[in-house]
């Protein structure tokens, strides 16, 4: 029964004071055509024990199939006592801690996953979260604009090999900025940003290059020499990674000569479930002298007058999510439940497990492609070492092949086909630790028995 605070004395003086007979009078502008009094097509309610039936019935259609697709989010292994602490109840509902006094659970948390994020990236500076990887990418980009005092040009060069709904959000973010993406092409033999088309921009003012870690193609980049060529010309470097990725491979705090200037990402894979599209939260760390460009929360850890720790929102007040232009961010949505799966994710790994669940992530990528492209009719695009995705070349429409795959329980990978039509019929693959030798000859199999009946 809905809560409703005014008695019927209420509303009748409510009524008296603003001259009409009934609530129905405060609607007459609406013509008699458009009410009704009964709506058929709306159901009955029902009791919370049969839509609890309903709902497990739909998800049961759905399946429980078996996961080769990655492109941005991965089904990797969550222990169960991550989102079982997740979701009590002063983690559930906590929203952004503007009071200390009251949030020093929260905040400390906070200040844990900021803490972590810096070991994972070797950045000096985390933020506490952002909407999304790909915002996050948008907001790395305005960073650079405003930090990047030497430039003037407001010119960021942008890897075709990025992720495209990144570059799609991106430019919608800030081309009405006046902010102009240059496309970097990749090189068609290895699928890396192609450097030598980098040096048409060398005497360009030019205010930031991003690199991919790896990028969309699952192949993992020459970061230092790109980070090099960036830093050699005083340009701005945005590392855009996978987490996870860094946990086995070179931090971007150490790429080049001491490291990029921002890192971003999406932190789905840290402890995040794949559950139809959402929701996942961006990360950003960045080098200490950028630090008061940094959009998003910061919790600083200090201590008081008697030698207590304690944490706080620090270098900001909301107020600059509110003031326009003269914010360093206007997303203000706080992603604080996703961090906080994260920051009990990463604790409950630690270090070392990260780097085991990226290690078997590789190992069984290799596995795959190796079961894969024995079949007729299947090659390996790319021969650039990668992380835990590869693209395929099949001699059939890839989009058929997936519909055949679904049919057999099986989600075969992404179909490159809209974003790079140049690639023919190109299939991305992924394999993360949860995939077994016995799913990955299933699908070996399966495969085989579509392309060569």
């Not at 039936?53 to 996961?67: F, I, S």
């Not at 193609?217 to 960036?230: H, K």
């Not at 077994?436 to 392309?451: H, M, P, Q, S, V």
Request: proline share 5%; net charge negative; aromatic share 6%.
């Amino acid at each position: 029964m809905p809560f409703i605070p005014h008695t019927e004395h209420d509303i009748e003086k409510m009524l008296k004071t603003i001259g009409v007979d009934s609530i129905d009078d405060l609607f007459d502008e609406i013509p008699d055509s458009l009410r009704t009094d009964k709506f058929d097509a709306i159901p009955q309610g029902i009791s919370e024990m049969e839509i609890s039936a309903l709902m497990h019935e739909r998800a049961n259609q759905d399946g429980v199939p078996t996961c080769f697709i990655g492109a941005g989010a991965y089904d990797h292994h969550i222990p169960a006592a991550v989102w079982e602490l997740t979701t009590r109840g002063e983690y559930y509902t906590a929203y952004t801690p503007y009071q200390a006094e009251a949030s020093q659970g929260t905040l400390q948390l906070l200040y844990e996953f900021q803490s972590m994020l810096t070991a994972l990236t070797g950045m000096d500076v985390s933020n506490a979260s952002l909407y999304d990887g790909a915002s996050a990418l948008a907001e790395a980009i305005l960073m650079a604009v405003r930090a990047n005092r030497k430039s003037k040009s407001r010119k960021i060069l942008v890897p075709r090999c990025l992720h495209p709904e990144y570059r799609k959000t991106a430019k919608t973010i800030v081309t009405n900025q006046k902010i102009e993406l240059v496309e970097i092409p990749f090189d068609a033999e290895t699928g890396r940003t192609d450097l030598a088309a980098l040096d048409a921009y060398s005497d360009e003012d030019i205010t930031a290059l991003v690199i991919p870690q790896p990028n969309f193609f699952g192949v993992l980049e020459d970061a230092d020499a790109l980070t090099s060529w960036a830093q050699e010309r005083n340009i701005f470097t945005i590392a855009v990674v996978n987490p996870l990725a860094m946990s086995m491979l070179t931090p971007a705090g150490e790429w080049g000569d001491g490291g990029v200037d921002i890192c971003v990402g999406e932190g789905q894979p840290l402890g995040i479930p794949l559950a139809s599209g959402g929701p996942y939260y961006g990360f950003m760390c960045c080098n200490q002298k950028h630090v008061r460009q940094m959009p998003g929360r910061i919790i600083g850890r200090t201590e008081d007058l008697e030698g207590k720790v304690g944490y706080a929102l620090t270098l900001q007040a909301r107020e600059q999510h509110i003031r326009r232009s003269k914010a360093t961010s206007n997303i203000c949505t706080n992603q604080g439940l996703m961090v906080t799966a994260s920051t009990i994710h990463m604790a409950m790994m630690g270090g070392t497990g990260l780097a085991h669940a990226a290690s078997n992530s590789h190992k069984a990528l290799g596995k795959l492609k190796d079961a894969l492209t024995s079949i007729e009719g299947v090659e390996q695009l790319f021969s650039t070492p990668a992380f835990n995705e590869s693209v395929l070349k099949l001699d059939a429409p890839v989009k058929d092949v997936l519909r055949s795959l679904a049919t057999n329980n099986l989600l075969g990978g992404y179909d490159l086909g809209k974003d790079y039509p140049e690639l023919g019929n190109a299939l991305l693959v992924c394999a993360t630790e949860k995939r077994t030798d016995a799913e990955i000859e299933n699908y070996r199999d399966k495969l085989n028995g579509i392309l060569n009946a």
